[in-house]
Nanobody, 127 residues
Framework: QIQLVESGGGSVQAGGSLRLSCAASGDIYNSYSMGWFRQIPGKEREGVAVINSFGTAEYADSVKNRFTLSQDNAKDTLNLYLQMTSLNPEDTGTYYC???????????????????WGQGTQVTVSS
């Protein structure tokens, strides 16, 4: 089991920035994949940015050059961050952190590949 806790959502005007954080604990060892996904009501959940334990990241085309993943390790916790810049209203949605106990190569943007999910954090971008 992997437990995930997200934080850092909020409201921002178009052009602004936000940083999302995800703390992963439990059975997350040397081989894993983690990422951020978002969902808008009435639409399917979509992959935003993912990374594997080799450090290889994949980004959705809509966020390339605007969003950046980073990670660090603390005692018993792996932290994943999503720095979001140049936000626009189309980035609005509920953002979820997800994880898998396998290192996908290439890193996978499909939500179906991730069995563990956080509770989600809301991001609202106003024009």
């Amino acid at each position: 089991q992997i437990q995930l806790v997200e934080s850092g959502g909020g409201s921002v005007q178009a052009g602004g920035s936000l940083r999302l954080s995800c703390a992963a604990s439990g059975d997350i060892y040397n081989s894993y994949s983690m990422g951020w996904f978002r969902q808008i009501p009435g639409k399917e959940r979509e992959g935003v940015a993912v990374i594997n334990s080799f450090g290889t990241a994949e980004y959705a085309d809509s966020v390339k050059n605007r969003f950046t993943l980073s990670q660090d390790n603390a005692k018993d916790t792996l932290n994943l961050y999503l720095q979001m810049t140049s936000l626009n209203p189309e980035d609005t949605g509920t953002y979820y952190c997800a994880a898998a106990g396998a290192s996908y190569r290439p890193a996978l943007l499909s939500p179906r590949a991730y069995p563990y999910w956080g509770q989600g954090t809301q991001v609202t971008v106003s024009s």
